[in-house]
């Protein structure tokens, strides 16, 4: 059974945290910046968990022990075959995804369809871009406590730090070959 990327974290918390309403997941994709991985928002969240109890890979209950205002919670946990399902997915994950982008892939085999100066710009405003993501990764790692935090959690960071250094470093390179040889 493949589960879609929300899914994944959604799985991934409630198995973490044992029992878990929707609000504290979500509270919890906040601070920990899922939402730059699993693009989720709210309501992709309650969708999600609705999916995930249809598939059997957790149940809900409602928490009657709640007092005071607001909504009374449904709380989550993955069941056996959910976290069947979570490690299957985690091992899958693990030795075969890609962390790159296929269309930058496209368009650098179509690089020589651009004049030179587009190329490079275009390069450059890449650069720009992947630096603030690179940024905004370092900014979120740090208000969650750096270093700090559980080695699972560091590697959540670390990862897209390492590829978007690696990916600067590639640019460089072939902005350098652009500007010093002609490649039509």
Same mark, same amino acid.
């Given at each position: 059974?493949?589960?879609? &990327? %929300?899914?994944?974290?959604?799985?991934? !918390?409630?198995?973490? =945290?044992?029992?878990? @309403?929707? *609000?504290?997941i979500?509270? +919890?994709? #906040?601070? /920990?910046?899922? =939402?730059?991985?699993?693009?989720? %928002?709210?309501?992709?969240?309650y969708?999600? +968990?609705?999916?995930? /109890? #249809?598939?059997? +890979?957790v149940? @809900? *209950? !409602?928490?009657?022990?709640?007092? %005071?205002? %607001?909504?009374?919670?449904?709380?989550?946990?993955?069941?056996?075959?959910? =976290?069947k399902?979570?490690?299957?997915? !985690? !091992?899958?994950?693990? @030795?075969?995804?890609?962390? /790159?982008?296929?269309?930058?892939?496209l368009?650098?085999?179509?690089?020589?369809?651009v004049?030179?100066?587009?190329?490079?710009?275009?390069? #450059?405003?890449?650069?720009?871009?992947?630096t603030?993501?690179?940024? &905004?990764? &370092?900014?979120?790692?740090?208000?969650?406590?750096?270093? #700090?935090?559980?080695? &699972?959690?560091?590697?959540?960071?670390?990862?897209?730090?390492?590829?978007?250094?690696?990916?600067?470093?590639?640019?460089?390179?072939?902005?350098?070959?652009?500007?010093?040889? @002609? *490649?039509?």
């Amino acid at each position: 059974m493949e589960l879609a &990327n %929300g899914e994944f974290v959604l799985l991934q !918390i409630i198995y973490d =945290k044992t029992l878990v @309403s929707g *609000y504290e997941i979500n509270q +919890l994709i #906040k601070e /920990r910046g899922y =939402k730059e991985w699993a693009d989720m %928002g709210t309501t992709s969240i309650y969708v999600g +968990l609705n999916k995930l /109890r #249809k598939k059997q +890979l957790v149940n @809900s *209950y !409602i928490d009657t022990a709640k007092r %005071g205002r %607001g909504p009374i919670p449904r709380k989550f946990e993955i069941t056996a075959e959910g =976290k069947k399902v979570l490690q299957q997915e !985690i !091992i899958e994950a693990l @030795s075969s995804t890609r962390e /790159r982008e296929f269309r930058f892939d496209l368009a650098l085999a179509a690089i020589s369809f651009v004049t030179e100066e587009e190329a490079v710009a275009a390069l #450059k405003k890449r650069k720009d871009f992947l630096t603030e993501v690179a940024d &905004n990764i &370092n900014h979120k790692l740090e208000s969650q406590g750096g270093k #700090k935090l559980p080695i &699972n959690l560091l590697a959540l960071y670390w990862h897209p730090l390492i590829l978007i250094k690696q990916e600067l470093e590639f640019m460089d390179g072939l902005i350098q070959d652009l500007l010093e040889q @002609s *490649y039509k």
